[in-house]
């Protein structure tokens, strides 16, 4: 019966190899996140008044954040009994390509890239640490709607068994059972909170304060991996003792985070936009003023 309702899910990971090359639909759909997030921001800096010779520089400090914050989450969140037992596993850190990243070490990860970017690069250029991360969320919903559907290639971070007509039954894990695409769930919930993001800014921006941006982003994107992870299988043996998963209980600081941040945005009062200085007029010269 659960076959007859369920669908086999039996894609290869990977889309072409060399040797020992391989191009997985997980690393493509990492970067086109990447790309996609890239123009998002040059109709963000254009829009705004912001100089597009900051895009490269923004790509590379969002890159090594995620790529370096996410394999930590994921080693000391998930597995520190393994990455930090022993030599080898500690050396495995350094191997982003044997698989193991976390949002939540990503996110933080992001937020400490961002400071950055924003001490070095904002004050030139009329924007601080809390309007790159409002834009950074509209970005990153997008992004991570790819790095869900990455992880469905890869048949991984799936969910229960479940008895619903859109069922996954994940063979290339050795799965016989349907189970919940909780991958899909999460890119669906992402791509709508992305898609709300990015209708706000573009309809109602000048409405807006400082802040709205990444306090929905937080309490949306978080608020849904809490609830998904209520059907989703433990990804360590530890997490099936507790009652709450370790991505419910890293989710939580965020939700509160996002629910702070839009109570800040709301008594500050700070426009959402960049607020370029007024040039000063010129004044006219003795010469001038003489002659008239």
């Not at 209708?199 to 400082?210: H, I």
Request: proline fraction near 5%; glycine fraction near 10%.
């Amino acid at each position: 019966m659960f076959e007859m309702l369920a669908i086999h899910w039996n894609v290869n990971p990977v889309i072409i190899g060399f040797g020992p090359f391989e191009l997985r639909w997980y690393s493509l759909l990492f970067i086109s996140g990447f790309v996609l997030g890239w123009y998002i921001f040059k109709w963000f800096f254009t829009r705004e008044g912001v100089s597009v010779k900051l895009l490269d520089p923004l790509l590379y400090t969002l890159l090594i954040g995620t790529i370096v914050g996410a394999r930590l989450g994921h080693c000391l969140f998930y597995q520190p009994d393994y990455y930090l037992a022993s030599w080898e596993g500690f050396w495995e850190i350094f191997m982003p390509w044997k698989g193991g990243l976390a949002s939540h070490g990503g996110t933080l990860a992001l937020l400490v890239a961002m400071w950055w970017f924003a001490r070095h690069y904002g004050r030139k250029n009329n924007f601080d640490f809390l309007w790159i991360l409002d834009h950074l969320a509209i970005a990153v919903c997008f992004a991570a709607t790819f790095i869900r559907l990455g992880n469905l290639f890869n048949s991984e971070i799936y969910g229960d068994v479940t008895t619903m007509p859109w069922g996954f039954i994940f063979d290339l894990r050795g799965e016989t059972e349907p189970k919940h695409p909780t991958q899909i769930y999460e890119a669906l919930s992402y791509f709508l909170l992305g898609v709300f993001q990015i209708l706000m800014y573009k309809y109602r921006l000048d409405k807006l304060y400082r802040g709205f941006f990444i306090g929905t982003f937080f309490i949306g994107c978080f608020g849904m991996r809490f609830l998904i992870e209520f059907i989703k299988e433990p990804q360590v043996g530890f997490e099936q003792s507790m009652t709450l998963n370790m991505g419910q209980l890293l989710s939580i600081p965020f939700v509160l985070l996002g629910i702070g941040l839009l109570v800040y945005s709301y008594i500050k009062k700070t426009p959402a936009a960049v607020v370029h200085p007024e040039k000063p007029k010129a004044q006219p010269t003795h010469y001038a003023r003489g002659v008239k």
